[in-house]
């Protein structure tokens, strides 16, 4: 999820004209250079907040991103003019969460700028990728191609994160619902059997002293390692923002038991779509690793393609450099080599991408319909050890 502010701005003209209005952005700062990338002196810059606070920030998701992309689509192949169908759009999408910037991208197109200019003037919402494959369209009057090529894409991306994440939704509440049943019983139902057992007098069964070992220590410390977790996790999400944690997060991924395999095909399919349809609009192979070195998720993979894109800056083969890299599958080398010899390298690519998507898609299916009833096992596994634990010295002592 992105956040966009919007900023009130009032500045002034190289003749001295007052300007005032509306710009988005995720700083104030960033607006005051906007302005003066305009010519204007900035006078105020003001962050527009309502009643509600926080909640008055823009907030998208890439489905915006996607509604945006395919209405453009489809307006353009109907054969209507690019600022006619911004018009339209301004107003269709004027209570989506991307419409502000949407208005902002057709007033700076009205003011002279391309579509591909309004849009890099937008980075926060529209990625490199993006933006240069509009700039090809423009460039070779292919628009309307190469936006349907963009909300494919969007879609594809987008399916296969809602697919994934609704796998995941069922061993996730099992989970929690572990979690919170397993703190629950330790913290507030064993401790009133042990002072029933306290006053039974008699030696306990190990398994009870065992749970009741968990439970004080649960009551003495539970504040002391809640405030641990806390810390830690503050901690690692500030390393994980520094180059140098993304990069061994990144790594830790790729090389995880079981999900590492499912991982790798994620960013695979990822690289495959996205270059295939680099090159299936025109962008060379050299410029097309440059913009994928900068929309690549994965920080060890970006780093491949860096690499990649100066081999082939120095006119070595693509494939050659891929062999040669352990995190890349055997597969992508083969079929990115037959591609690059035949001359059809989009296509391979594009065929490797959906191979992989779908190849993920079963691997994340097959992993999750395992975890779901292991979970479901641990679950009933604690429970039924820790009502055994308060059962056995009730049955012992006969206490009723």
């Not at 240069?132 to 894409?153: D, F, I, Y």
């Not at 190990?206 to 390692?225: A, D, W």
């Not at 494939?319 to 035949?342: D, K, N």
């Amino acid at each position: 999820m992105i956040i966009i502010l919007q900023f009130y701005y009032k500045a002034a003209e190289g003749s001295g004209k007052i300007r005032t209005g509306r710009l988005t952005g995720n700083t104030r700062d960033e607006v005051i250079l906007e302005l003066k990338k305009k010519g204007l002196l900035p006078i105020r810059v003001k962050e527009i907040r309502g009643g509600q606070g926080f909640f008055d920030l823009r907030r998208f998701k890439k489905e915006d991103l996607l509604a945006f992309t395919q209405q453009l689509t489809g307006l353009l192949e109907s054969g209507i003019q690019l600022n006619k169908a911004m018009e339209i759009l301004v107003n269709l999408l004027a209570e989506n969460p991307l419409g502000p910037v949407i208005k902002e991208v057709h007033r700076l197109m009205h003011e002279g700028a391309s579509f591909s200019q309004a849009l890099e003037r937008k980075k926060e919402v529209f990625d490199p990728l993006y933006i240069n494959l509009v700039k090809v369209g423009e460039a070779g009057g292919l628009l309307p191609q190469v936006m349907k090529r963009l909300s494919l894409a969007l879609e594809a991306e987008i399916n296969l994160k809602n697919n994934i994440v609704s796998n995941l939704t069922y061993p996730g509440m099992v989970l929690a619902l572990s979690m919170v049943s397993t703190i629950f019983l330790l913290w507030k139902v064993v401790p009133q059997f042990e002072l029933l057992f306290a006053k039974a007098g008699g030696e306990l069964p190990l398994i009870t002293q065992v749970v009741l070992n968990f439970s004080r220590g649960l009551s003495r410390f539970g504040l002391f390692l809640l405030a641990v977790i806390l810390i830690a996790v503050f901690a690692s999400r500030h390393y994980l923002l520094t180059p140098q944690g993304r990069l061994a997060w990144d790594r830790f991924w790729l090389r995880a038991p079981l999900f590492g395999v499912i991982v790798l095909r994620l960013n695979m399919a990822e690289f495959a779509r996205n270059l295939g349809m680099l090159l299936k609009s025109g962008v060379p192979l050299l410029e097309g690793l440059g913009l994928l070195k900068k929309t690549i998720k994965n920080q060890v993979l970006a780093g491949i393609m860096a690499d990649a894109e100066a081999e082939v800056r120095k006119g070595g083969s693509f494939a050659r450099f891929l062999s040669r890299q352990e995190q890349i599958p055997f597969l992508v080398t083969q079929m990115v080599g037959v591609g690059e010899e035949a001359g059809n390298l989009d296509e391979m690519c594009e065929h490797l991408g959906r191979l992989y998507e779908a190849d993920a898609k079963r691997r994340v299916e097959r992993l999750l319909a395992l975890l779901g009833p292991v979970l479901v096992l641990v679950l009933t596994g604690i429970i039924f050890f820790i009502a055994l634990a308060v059962i056995l010295p009730v049955m012992s002592f006969n206490i009723i």
